[in-house]
């Protein structure tokens, strides 16, 4: 699993935002605001932003350290629901800060895969 912390966030945006003329305090805080919104997750309900918050994130979708999603949902009478959400983009924001590159994060099944029908057994026979 790979986890994004402050640090890396803070790096990311430094090296994105080196020549917009930000000062480090200022992309500190946007660190920490930021990352304040996902706190130990990954993906956020865009509905629990306000417009400034939205357009602060629209800003770092461009720069890569965010990206949209969404899902529809019928309703009970019918209608299709779109959520939208914002999820952090940690090959983006890793890649940036610790300069590592990073695989997508896919389930591992291959236990189950194994040949040795045996493993299944609870009572070893």
């Known amino acids: ?13 430094y090296k994105s935002f080196e020549d917009s003329g930000k000062s480090e305090e200022e992309l500190d805080e946007m ?12 993906v956020i309900i865009d509905n629990r932003l306000r417009a400034k918050d939205r357009d602060i994130f629209y800003k770092l979708e461009n720069k890569g350290l965010l990206k949209t999603d969404n ?4 309703l009970k009478r019918g209608k ?3 959520i ?8 983006n924001i890793i890649k940036l800060s610790r300069g590592e590159e990073v695989e997508d994060e896919e389930p591992d099944y291959s236990v189950y895969l194994q040949e040795n029908e045996d493993i ?6």
């Open 1 to 13: 699993m790979i986890i994004v912390t402050m640090e890396d966030m803070k790096i990311a945006l």
């Open 31 to 42: 660190a920490e605001y930021v990352m304040s919104f996902f706190g130990y997750k990954d």
């Open 71 to 74: 899902e529809e949902a019928t």
């Open 80 to 82: 299709r629901w779109r």
């Open 84 to 91: 939208h959400y914002w999820v952090l983009n940690k090959r």
């Open 120 to 125: 299944w057994d609870r009572d070893g026979e």
